[in-house]
């Protein structure tokens, strides 16, 4: 397995182009299973998740091709049942259920197990198949969904802790090709599950209110093929900004929509950062006084789960005492123990990381949990004395697209040691 190894101490500076979003890519591929004519989508990251995801497609019968960030996929014909291996290695693989639904009438994939960042039901999105006319038959270790015919209801999918987004996702692109008039209430208002609409809309579905509670979606007799640029990474563009306020002087992040970064771009001004936007670029300075901050995780548009390692990472060091509250993913901690071998001061009371800042963390081996827990890992080390090890880094591999490269690009010092 491969690993990392950072070289801390080093400055930052400089600019950076950050990849089409891995949270977007995922189901608008999946999306492409709801028409039999090709859809051509571009900006897709090179990641494994997306690998992944076009595996699950070429099994289920797509033709897909993929050169450079363009992907292709027609899928002429389909099965419906997606095979355990390659679906078990990928909790996202679940939003194919949607599109096989809508199209075949049914769909089977391998029921997702708990994962590392806590037990991540699918309750709600067969909640929304079963609304739409849908039998939902557990089997061995199988979600088997199946209807005669798909007709629109009025659903709501707010959960016990908020929306859920790929569930949004799921449920659209079911109620696409559903007879009928389908209303999405406490529907996520997540960028991603914008996009997706919009990559819909192109095919020729009817949808609207895309990035609010509440969705809308006219059923259509059939889609069409449709060419889509997926959104930039907001995530991955944080996780730069981070490390820039970690251990930048001046860091651009370029091809963003600063729109979608806003809940992160807040506080880190607040902690006093100097940030300037442009239509689509951020740049964050360093320098000054900085500030412990208060925080906590919420759905869109509040400050994103998918950042909240990261953020523990810069508080860290940050002099004062921050809390961060964990409200998507109580028990997305992982990251805080090996922080704490570093030298992190951090206490975890309930679902709320309370840091005491420390001047500064020292290089440790140290074990990549899951994707953010792993970069979160990644921007101590760059801010530790001596050398980090990371790891298990497939999963960062996961979710960023070549994050060592393009942060030895910005100064960085770090090496990826082969298997
Ligand atoms: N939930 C339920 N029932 C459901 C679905 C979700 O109770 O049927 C709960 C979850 O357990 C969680 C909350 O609702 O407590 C939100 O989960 P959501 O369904 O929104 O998560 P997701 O759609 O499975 C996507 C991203 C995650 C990101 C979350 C929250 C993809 C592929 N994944 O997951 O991204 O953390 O939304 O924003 O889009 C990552 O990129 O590192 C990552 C984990």
Known sequence: MDKIIVHGGATLNGSVRISGSKNSALPILAAALLTKEECIISRVPDLSDIHYMLTILSELGCEVERASGTVTVKAEKVVTNAPYDIVRKMRASVCILGPLLGREKEATVSLPGGCIIGDRPIDLHLRGFEALGAAVLVQAGNVKVLAPRLRGATINLQGKFGSTVLGTGNVMMAAVLADGTTVIDGAAEEPEVEDLANFLIKMGAKIEGAGTRRIIVEGVKELHGAEHAVIPDRIEAGTFLVAAAIIGKEVTVNRVDPRHLKALLDPLARAGFEIATTSNSVTLKTGGVRHPLKLETQPYPGFPTDMQAQLCALLATTEGISAITENVFPQRYMHVAELKRMGAHIELEGATAVITGVPKLSGAPVMASDLRAS??????????????????????DRGYESIDDKLNSLGAQIERVKA
């Open 375 to 396: 970069a979160a890992l990644l921007l101590a080390g760059l801010r530790a004395e001596g050398t980090t090890e990371i790891n298990r880094v497939y999963h960062i």
